[in-house]
């Protein structure tokens, strides 16, 4: 116990206090600036997150309203760049809902079904979808400046879609695709199939060239029989 009470004793004397206000100050100030380091290391992450989160969502949009160009002239496109351009509208919106923003799911129903209703207006409508396409990237441009306001615009829109969306309404549209898919194989089918057509060759067969040459051979011997009368003659 001599140790402690000199301890304490020592802690309580009046020349100590000046060390223990310094060593105070300095635990003070080591706290403080971990606390500071800590937020400004907090904000610094917080914003690349920020960043890569827009850049990610400037990216699907900007593929989105890119699948939306294609999309309405979709009856004009080949398979090829019907199986290119679906591809590229997957990845878009697989990109848009695992976005780490709330309403990114809506957004993305909402615009998959913007880009279904173009690709089967393109069939009949293909030169009036420009407003179409216009307001689809504006609406999209919106949500990305401001998500909260607008995917309630959105879930509208999808709400009154799901209404409309009668059984006649339904069997039109999958008339109007057959019709497209039909028209579409009629236009891309090949109706030549640009090969050549070989013509055989047709040469005379030996036996009516044998029958020439012997035709022929009995023509001079009758020139002959003819001739050899008159030159008797003259002689004569």
Request: charged share 30%; glycine share 2%.
């Amino acid at each position: 116990m001599e140790w402690w009470n000199e301890f304490v004793a020592w802690l309580t004397a009046p020349d100590t206090r000046p060390v223990l206000f310094m060593a105070a100050v300095v635990a003070l100030a080591i706290l403080v600036s971990a606390l500071l380091a800590a937020a400004v290391t907090k904000a610094a992450v917080r914003r690349l997150v920020d960043q890569r989160d827009r850049d990610l969502k400037a990216s699907a949009i900007a593929a989105l309203i890119d699948a939306s160009t294609e999309a309405a002239s979709w009856n004009s496109l080949s398979p090829q760049e019907q199986l290119i351009a679906d591809r590229a509208a997957g990845q878009a919106d697989i990109q848009l809902r695992l976005l780490p923003v709330k309403g990114a799911a809506v957004a993305a129903n909402w615009a998959a079904h913007q880009l279904a209703e173009m690709k089967r207006d393109s069939a009949t409508f293909g030169f009036e979808l420009a407003a179409v396409r216009a307001e689809f990237r504006d609406r999209l441009l919106e949500w990305q400046a401001r998500p909260s306001r607008t995917r309630r615009v959105f879930e509208s829109d999808l709400e009154r879609w799901k209404f409309e969306a009668t059984a006649s309404e339904k069997t039109l549209a999958a008339e109007q695709d057959a019709w497209t898919a039909r028209e579409k194989r009629e236009k891309f089918t090949p109706t030549d199939s640009g090969e050549p057509t070989v013509t055989p060759a047709t040469y005379p067969s030996a036996d009516t060239t044998t029958q020439k040459l012997m035709d022929d051979v009995a023509a001079m011997d009758v020139k002959r029989a003819a001739a050899d009368p008159e030159a008797e003659k003259k002689l004569a």
